[in-house]
């Protein structure tokens, strides 16, 4: 059996549990992977905390959608990676756990120089940058605003557009000006007068803009700063940006999900990882027996980096609540 971490009601941290699963076997077109690290995201705990609804028949919930790890079987027909071979997981649902089935046409090959901590937070953060910056037609010769540059998101945002010719302006916490400087952004502190001091800071015309961070400060500046619309978007204020008609990305209602482009991006981030061109930062890596422990820090923002979770020592089994708990198969 695998251990695996679950929502079993609608609430903060505190409703999360470890239970025993069961993987099962790989089908064809399919790959048993042993996690080494899975990566956190805000999406992990808003799955469970009530703001996408609070529909008990979706209980009891995984959680995670992203993982690093060796492969230790595969089904049948799976001629495009082997037993024994590290990867990169995603599309991974259910990734808080120790074991895990995923489709082979999810799993990457692992840059040999990445750790399992940086490589299980590459992916979600990475492919939702790509689609933004895609979505705003950055490139050589732009000028793009990035709110909340600092964050997971906001990272992968600075490094690809530089990494495409552009000139960055991002905002952040001022204890973060000094990571944005080493990504190659201009930083700028949020808060009153941020108008004024991207003004200042960007000398001359600003092209392009894009907030990961929901805030009706960050979406007023933009549209303040830029007059094209179709070059603003939001991953994150999706009620105030449809008012202002700018871009809303991801697999919100009304929303651009960019699913096609956001599963191209994969091989392509990891190509970048393997020029050196693109990196993680990971703040802090917690046992998986931690998670509740994991996603309070994330939500206060405690932490500076991608948050990861790893397997490492289970804890003997106790009985799960319940049979369906102790049943739970493949992210069901
Ligand atoms: N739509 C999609 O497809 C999609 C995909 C991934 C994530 N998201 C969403 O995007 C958001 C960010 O995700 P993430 O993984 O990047 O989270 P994260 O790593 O926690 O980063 C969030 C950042 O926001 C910054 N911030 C806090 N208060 C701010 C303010 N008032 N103004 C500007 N920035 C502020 C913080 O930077 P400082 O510490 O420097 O203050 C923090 O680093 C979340 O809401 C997440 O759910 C959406």
Redesign the pocket.
């Known amino acids: 059996m695998a251990h695996a971490v679950v929502a079993t009601a609608y609430g903060g941290p505190e409703v999360l549990d470890i239970v025993e699963v069961d993987p099962g076997e790989p089908g064809p077109g399919e790959v048993l992977l042993e996690v080494r690290a899975a990566g956190v995201?805000?999406?992990d705990w808003?799955s469970y905390s009530g703001a996408w609804g609070t529909d008990v028949t979706q209980l009891p919930i995984r959680l995670g959608r992203e993982a690093s790890g060796v492969v230790i079987a595969i089904g049948e027909d799976v001629d495009t990676v082997a037993v024994g071979d590290e990867v990169i997981a995603y599309e991974a649902r259910g990734a808080y756990t120790d074991r895990m089935i995923v489709p082979a046409g999810s799993v990457f090959a692992k840059p040999a120089a990445m750790s399992w901590e940086k490589a299980a937070g590459l992916m979600?953060?990475g492919?939702?940058a790509v689609?933004a910056l895609a979505a705003t037609k950055v490139g050589a010769g732009d000028t793009v605003l990035v709110?909340?540059?600092?964050?997971?998101?906001?990272?992968?945002i600075v490094q690809l557009a530089r990494a495409k010719g552009a000139r960055v302006i991002g905002?952040?916490?001022?204890?973060?000006h000094e990571y944005l400087v080493d990504l190659g952004a201009v930083p700028v502190g949020?808060?009153p007068g941020l108008v004024d001091r991207v003004r200042a800071a960007a000398h001359g015309t600003l092209t392009s803009a894009i907030?990961?961070?929901?805030?009706r400060?960050?979406l007023n500046a933009s549209v303040t700063l830029i007059r094209d619309r179709r070059r603003i978007a939001?991953?994150?204020g999706y009620t105030y940006g449809a008012a202002l008609g700018i871009k809303?990305?991801?697999?919100?209602p009304g929303?651009d999900?960019?699913t096609e482009i956001?599963m191209a991006a994969r091989a392509q981030l990891i190509r970048l990882v393997e020029a050196g061109r693109l990196t993680v930062r990971v703040g802090a890596t917690y046992p998986l027996v931690e998670a509740a422990r994991a996603h309070r820090a994330?939500i206060e923002?405690r932490?500076?980096?991608?948050?990861i979770l790893v397997p490492g020592q289970m804890p003997v089994a106790r009985p799960a609540p319940s049979r369906s708990l102790r049943l739970l198969r493949r992210g069901r």
């Open positions: 995201n805000p999406t808003k979600v953060v492919t939702t689609h709110h909340g540059a600092s964050g997971g998101v906001g990272a992968m905002t952040a916490d001022p204890s973060n949020y808060g907030d990961v961070s929901g805030t400060e960050a939001t991953i994150a809303l990305l991801g697999k919100s929303a999900p960019g956001r994330g923002m932490v500076q980096g991608k948050i």
